[in-house]
């Protein structure tokens, strides 16, 4: 991040370098479970390459007293969060079916 010299002694957000500004987490479709006490959101975070996003499910604490925590950790994303009347947390997942030999084939069309 860089500062100009008007604002030399006071640190530049990410808001004034497009690159720190594409690097910030993007969070969206908060799912409360049925009884409120989980909260689970999708985050996207940029990529290794830095010119993509990956998505991960997250679990924050609804009433603010614990950290957050990382449900997923796929490399190709999870996304779509809903909850079960019994609590059971369902989800999509871009992960490829290793038994599924045609996937490849399917995703070239």
Do not use: C, I, N
Not at 13 to 26: E, I, K, Q
Not at 39 to 66: F, N, Q, S
Request: avoid cysteine.
């Amino acid at each position: 991040m860089t500062s100009t010299p008007d604002t030399a002694d006071t640190p530049a957000t990410p808001f004034h370098d497009l690159d720190a500004f594409t690097a910030l987490p993007r969070v969206a479709g908060l799912t409360l479970s049925p009884d409120g006490a989980r909260l689970v959101t999708t985050v996207a975070t940029r990529d290794a390459k830095g010119t993509g996003y990956a998505t991960a499910l997250w679990e924050v604490d609804p009433a603010g007293e614990r950290p957050a925590h990382r449900l997923t950790r796929s490399r190709e994303g999870e996304a779509g969060a809903q909850f079960a009347a019994d609590g059971t947390l369902f989800f999509t997942s871009a992960r490829p079916d290793p038994a599924d030999a045609e996937a490849e084939k399917r995703s070239a069309l």
